[in-house]
């Protein structure tokens, strides 16, 4: 049974600086990683997916890399700013196409 | 266009009440999924519907009832709800099947006296 845990659960930095989110999986059979952010009350706000036989991704400052043999996915975000203060999930899909959702990093830029 | 649109946005009902989520997408993608997250909590699996047709009930008391009345509308039936089915309850859609990207509305918060 897939597993995603997601470390830490919250996490402050100040303007500016450069972070990584980490996600673990219990099952190497994953056919892709998705991260989400969500802003409270919100929906999910879906940022890159990476499939299983790729090992990163990257949109404008976000970089997210897969290692499947490691069982491990990290979301790099560069000069963090105020507006990346959000909830940041990650969800792997194994065979079946299910979404296992982490319990995802509270991340706070402050200004 | 990556919208995937929900309403009513907010939701009040009595637990001897009948009420109906709706769902929309206009992104020709032929899977749609219910989410349901409680407070603090990630999203969990409901149903999905793949084609058209419920390809996955994740054991969801029939209190809930899904309804794809075509590929790009979803709905939710409620009855009979209880108060711990209060949450925000997430639409999603992908592409074809869930290996896709799944895109998400942005939800209707739920409370059931």
């Known amino acids: 049974k897939q597993e995603v845990t997601q470390i830490p659960a919250a996490l402050s930095v100040p303007e500016g600086e450069n972070l990584v989110l980490n996600c673990s999986f219990t099952?190497?059979?994953?056919?892709?990683l998705q991260w989400f952010r969500q802003d409270p009350g919100k929906g999910l706000t879906s940022l890159l997916l990476?499939?299983?036989?790729?090992r990163e991704q990257t949109s404008g400052r976000l970089n997210a890399s897969l290692d499947k043999s490691s069982g491990r996915s990290t979301l790099y975000i560069a000069a963090s700013q105020p507006g990346d203060s959000a909830t940041y999930l990650c969800?792997?899909?194994?065979?079946?196409?299910?979404?296992?959702f982490g319990q995802g990093t509270t991340l706070q830029v402050k200004p | 266009d990556t919208e995937v649109t929900q309403t009513p946005k907010h939701l009040v009902m009595g637990m001897t009440n009948k009420k109906s989520l709706k769902c929309e997408q206009h992104?020709?993608?032929?899977?749609m999924y219910w989410y349901k997250q409680k407070a603090k909590k990630p999203p969990e699996l409901m149903f999905v519907?793949?084609?058209?047709?419920?390809?996955i009930n994740e054991s969801v008391p029939s209190r809930f009832s899904p309804e794809c009345p075509n590929s790009s509308l979803l709905n939710l039936h409620l009855h009979a709800l209880q108060p711990e089915d209060s949450a925000l309850y997430l639409c999603?859609?992908?592409?074809?099947?869930?290996?896709?990207?799944?895109?998400f509305g942005p939800g209707t918060r739920l409370t059931v006296l």
């Open positions: 999603a859609s992908s592409q074809g099947d869930s290996w896709d990207t799944q895109y």
């Open positions: 099952d190497s059979a994953i056919y892709n």
């Open positions: 990476i499939q299983s036989s790729q």
């Open positions: 969800a792997g899909s194994g065979n079946t196409g299910k979404l296992i």
């Open positions: 992104m020709g993608h032929r899977a």
């Open positions: 519907y793949s084609y058209e047709k419920l390809s």
